[in-house]
């Protein structure tokens, strides 16, 4: 059984990837719950294949293990704002710790990269040879820089030290286990819908993104840790349906039938205008493309969230 290092494990993602290997591999969680939270590790806790140590990546840890996932990273931006070093923390110490965990037992290191490294992007859909437009003093920057350091670090170790580096752009994901209060957009809008509250869209609300159900997205992760070791180049995992935000708080006030009306608020700095990833290496190397469309995707979401604040 292989031996695996999650970190973030209580997290959105983390718990969603937690579910997926926790019946073929042994898990070694880690999370220090400044954003994830008991419940989502709540039904692993009396499985035998499962360890849970409360640990922050800034501190050293001697794990052995034969791959590790590196999703710990506050990573919505109302959260990965709040205490801006920390984030860029997590991302430098955070990640020279985990790449010396990977050096150390030989073990593969995947990186939880995002979107983000492509800032407010000149080019559309992105690719992942885009090299991005980050404001490298901005309020996004903590994150966006944080995770571009991050990319760098892996890269550098292994051009220097032979360690078998994965890096996945992760766009925009949503659905079991967000947090309600974690200030995203689709988390945002159900909860709002779901309690007749007035939905909050930033600016006009014609800036797009692309969403991505997180099942998929953890499959696309799965998938690229086990690629070969050959294949270290990013790789954007995501969904390339794209919305406007004012379309998607129009879908969610319709689909759970909200008496919510819409208002505008302003639009926070450097917030980007467009994204969609492009998804040929994905579909080419890993032989993955997102499949729970949109509307399906919703609806298991909403269902959930009904369940936890109704
Ligand atoms: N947004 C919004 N209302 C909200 C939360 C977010 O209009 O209550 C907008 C935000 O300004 C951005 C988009 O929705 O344009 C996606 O925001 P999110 O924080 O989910 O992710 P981002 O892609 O910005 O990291």
């Not at 042994?26 to 294949?49: A, M, R, V």
């Not at 150390?104 to 992007?121: F, H, M, R």
Request: hydrophobic share 35%.
């Amino acid at each position: 059984m292989k031996k695996i290092l999650i970190t973030g494990a209580a997290g959105f993602l983390g718990s969603n990837l937690c579910k997926k290997l926790i019946n073929d591999n042994y898990l070694i969680c880690l999370d220090n719950f400044y954003t994830g939270s008991k419940e989502n590790i709540k039904p692993f806790l009396n499985n035998s294949n499962f360890k849970f140590i409360k640990h922050d990546i800034i501190t050293p840890i001697d794990i052995e293990c034969d791959e590790i996932y590196n999703l710990a990273c506050p990573a919505s931006p109302i959260h990965y704002q709040k205490d801006p070093i920390y984030t860029l923390n997590c991302s430098i110490k955070g990640v020279e710790n985990m790449l010396h965990l990977a050096n150390k037992y030989n073990a593969k290191i995947l990186q939880a990269s995002t979107s983000e490294v492509y800032g407010n992007p000149l080019i559309h859909p992105q690719e992942e040879e885009y090299f991005g437009n980050v404001n490298p003093v901005g309020i996004r920057s903590c994150y966006d820089e944080g995770k571009r350091v991050a990319e760098t670090m892996l890269f550098d170790n292994h051009r220097t030290k032979k360690t078998k580096i994965k890096i996945a752009r992760i766009f925009n994901t949503y659905g079991l286990n967000m947090q309600k209060d974690d200030g995203r957009v689709i988390s945002n809008f159900i909860t709002q819908a779901l309690l007749n509250k007035d939905i909050t869209v930033y600016g006009d609300g014609s800036q797009t993104r692309s969403f991505c159900y997180c099942e998929d997205l953890i499959d696309g992760l799965i998938k690229l840790m086990n690629a070969p070791d050959s294949l270290n180049t990013p790789v954007n995992l995501g969904c390339d349906g794209e919305y406007t935000i004012l379309d998607l708080a129009k879908i969610i006030i319709k689909k759970t039938n909200s008496k919510s009306k819409i208002i505008f608020k302003n639009l926070p700095s450097d917030d980007p205008v467009k994204r969609k990833p492009n998804l040929k290496k994905a579909k080419t190397f890993l032989n993955w493309q997102p499949i729970t469309p949109l509307d399906i995707g919703l609806d298991y979401t909403i269902n959930w969230f009904r369940r936890i604040i109704l």
